[in-house]
């Protein structure tokens, strides 16, 4: 398996805190990616990083922020929850050495906004 | 932006019949239609992918088809196993962009 965690995994908090979740990764793979994952909408990209410092916006990036400042390590930021963002979370990463590869996905975090 | 459209989203078959899930992208551009296996409380996982240079891969009881003229693809499983009851996801890419833009996802029942 991918070297790729997430934590944490499950986690409830309360309508207007902030929360963060942490993607780490022991492969040295220069993109990742935050997904969110709900019912009759599968998969939609949040945001996603193409090296230390770069990052760009998925299709559902509002009410989001991410960070990166290291290579293995990828901080998606709920700046207030609210509760449309009850979901489970998955980071994924690829090497993409001059074409697309596989996507390799975390665990998954599962976040109920209360 | 790049669409991917997944049908069915559910669909249960008899142990040892084929199941065959079907996909349609809008950009042109895309070159690269991975198949992802998600198993309960787990992350998706590779099955099989394909690129846009070629029409057909398969492996094993699993393959995928590809028609670009139409923008659509197919994951066909056949020989279905109890193991193989998942939820499938198909995506989209382009070289370039490294954006994998996924399907609603198909939820497959095998039945025994």
């Known amino acids: 398996d991918a070297g790729i965690t997430q934590s944490p995994r499950h986690k409830v908090t309360e309508t207007g805190t902030p929360v963060t979740l942490r993607c780490h990764q022991t492969e040295n793979h220069r993109y990742m990616y935050w997904y969110r994952q709900d019912p009759g909408h599968g998969l939609r990209l949040i945001h996603y990083?193409?090296?230390?410092?770069?990052?760009d916006k998925g299709e559902v990036s509002d009410g989001y922020s991410v960070s990166r400042s290291k290579t293995e390590d990828f901080l998606l930021t709920l700046e207030s929850a609210t509760s449309s963002q009850t979901s489970v979370y998955f980071c994924a990463i690829t090497g993409g050495q001059g074409m697309n590869t596989e996507a390799f996905f975390g665990q998954g975090t599962r976040l109920t906004v209360v | 932006g790049e669409n991917v459209e997944q049908h069915p989203s559910t669909l249960s078959v008899q142990e040892g019949d084929s199941a065959v899930i079907k996909c349609t992208y809008s950009d042109s551009a895309s070159n690269y239609f991975p198949w992802y296996k998600q198993e309960l409380g787990k992350g998706p996982q590779l099955i099989i992918d394909i690129r846009s240079n070629v029409g057909e891969k398969k492996d094993q009881r699993i393959a995928v088809t590809l028609n670009k003229t139409a923008k659509h693809f197919s994951l066909h499983i056949t020989e279905t196993q109890p193991e193989d009851s998942a939820v499938y996801f198909c995506?989209?890419?382009?070289?370039?962009?490294?954006?994998?833009?996924f399907g609603t996802g198909t939820r497959l029942k095998v039945l025994a």
């Open positions: 990083s193409y090296g230390v410092k770069d990052t």
């Open positions: 995506a989209a890419s382009f070289t370039g962009t490294y954006k994998y833009i």
